[in-house]
């Protein structure tokens, strides 16, 4: 079996063009071509007449910057530089064949020799030879256009002067350009690399307070258990005593008493029942697949767990129209971020030794989408928090009551059932967390 050739030695092999970047290329060179040869029409005009010289000097500077495109894409890497100071040296000469055959010193090209080498140093900053090479170029075609003789010698010297002061500002201003350039592209670096290790941070944390959620869960998971089985045996002894007590023979008053006292315990205790549902059910959430759910039912569950938290903090109110139409999502996702927003409104009311603190939470149904709105009369966002609020890890809480996650998990979650989260102040005062979600499609047909 023959070998496989080996890879060229780096450095040696061509500099490799992409179709996209010839194409580009060859259209920039035929651009150039015809307008400099329909600025023949100058030439004529300089000389008040048809002139062949000019024409075939066009012509061999159109040849010209032909074949340095032809060779630019399939020359080596390391004699791209010579090709460079090559066509550099060709394209000045060219020119200063054009100065030369439409007057010499009196052409009006005269005044454009000092700009070739600011134009090479504009055009190719990175090296800076190539405004050299044109700037000499530039120089020694003065000296030859230019006559020496008959008191002519300071005018051609002050040509060349000034073709030499261009070429060091255009080097100059190129070399700056270099530097300005590295120092730009090393802060870029150097910010990136500072960003990334701010989201690897960030995502370390996540990581790590994700994990420690998990844990927390499993343990909660397991803790529910543990209540459920002593729960039962006070729920069936609860019952037990009951009927017991009650069949004796008391007094009215007595009866009475004890009935009210046995009412209030088995509600408590189907209230404790309630709550370890609800946690086990936020527990299991993950299994659970979206579905058609009713807002209103979402709420209930949010506002019962919420009212452990807001019991001794505020009022909370909750007008939701039971005739709101369905959304597609996962019920217990979305308990769990209106949760999330009535316990973040507690707290800020708590905080903020509001007297009289409300909560409410109202719902209405507006061209194909529903919205939920969590209001309360606290002081509101600041301005400067407002714009930093879902940010992961922003809290403007203490380290042992928030971890700067709830609200941007509780966007996620709302945005992957096509639904937004946006907060806001309200104009009389307070905050409002606007939440809206997709009417789901077969209720929104159903309906017309």
């Known amino acids: 079996m023959s070998q496989p050739p080996p890879p060229p030695e ?31 029409v100058l030439d004529v005009l300089i000389l008040k007449r048809p002139s062949l010289a000019p024409l075939l000097v066009r012509l061999a500077w159109v040849t010209e910057m032909s074949v340095y495109t032809w060779l630019l894409v399939r020359t080596p890497e390391h004699r791209l530089p010579l090709l460079r100071s090559l066509h550099g040296v060709l394209i000045s000469t060219c020119f200063l064949g054009l100065v030369s055959v439409t007057g010499g010193s009196n052409s009006p090209y005269m005044a454009m020799v000092p700009s070739l080498p600011l134009l090479m140093a504009l055009i190719q900053p990175q090296e800076p030879k190539l405004a050299i090479l044109c700037g000499v170029t530039g120089a020694l075609g003065m000296l030859v256009i230019l006559p020496l003789t008959n008191g002519q010698a300071l005018n051609t010297l002050a040509w060349v002067g000034t073709v030499g002061a261009a070429t060091f500002f255009g080097v100059y201003g190129s070399e700056q350009y270099r530097k300005a350039q590295v120092a730009e592209n090393e802060a870029r670096v150097e910010r990136a690399r500072r960003e990334s290790m701010e989201k690897l941070t960030k995502a370390e944390r996540y990581r790590a307070q994700t994990e420690k959620l998990a844990t927390v869960g499993r343990l909660a998971a397991s803790v529910m258990h543990e209540i459920n089985n002593p729960l039962s045996f006070v729920g069936s002894n609860l019952a037990f005593l009951r009927t017991e007590v009650l069949a004796q023979p008391l007094p009215e008053k007595e009866r009475q008493e004890f009935q009210e006292a046995f009412d209030e315990t088995r509600s408590g205790v189907e209230r404790i029942k309630q709550i370890v549902l609800d946690l086990k059910g936020f527990s299991r959430m993950d299994d659970e697949e979206p579905s058609e759910c009713a807002l209103a039912d979402v709420v209930t569950d949010a506002a019962r767990l919420a009212a452990v938290r807001l019991k001794h903090v505020a009022r909370l109110k909750v007008e939701i129209p039971a005739e709101l ?55 509101g966002f600041p301005p400067e928090v407002l714009p ?61």
């Open 10 to 40: 780096e450095g040696l092999s061509p500099r490799y063009f992409s179709e996209q970047e010839k194409r580009r290329q060859w259209r920039m060179t035929r651009v150039f071509c015809a307008t400099l040869l329909a600025l023949y």
């Open 325 to 379: 139409p369905e959304v597609f999502a996962t019920r217990r996702r979305l308990a769990q971020v209106l949760l999330n927003l009535l316990v973040n409104a507690g707290d800020a009311l708590e905080e903020a030794k509001v007297q009289g603190g409300e909560v409410r939470v109202t719902g209405v149904a507006e061209e194909g989408r529903v919205t939920l709105l969590v209001e309360d009369n606290g002081p």
């Open 388 to 448: 930093r609020l879902f940010e992961s890890f922003f809290t403007t809480k203490g380290p042992e009551k928030g971890t700067g996650l709830g609200l941007s998990i509780s966007r996620e979650l709302v945005e992957r059932f096509g639904g937004t989260l946006k907060a806001e102040n309200r104009p009389e005062g307070g905050a409002r967390l606007r939440l809206e979600l997709p009417v789901h499609k077969s209720t929104d047909a159903e309906q017309h």
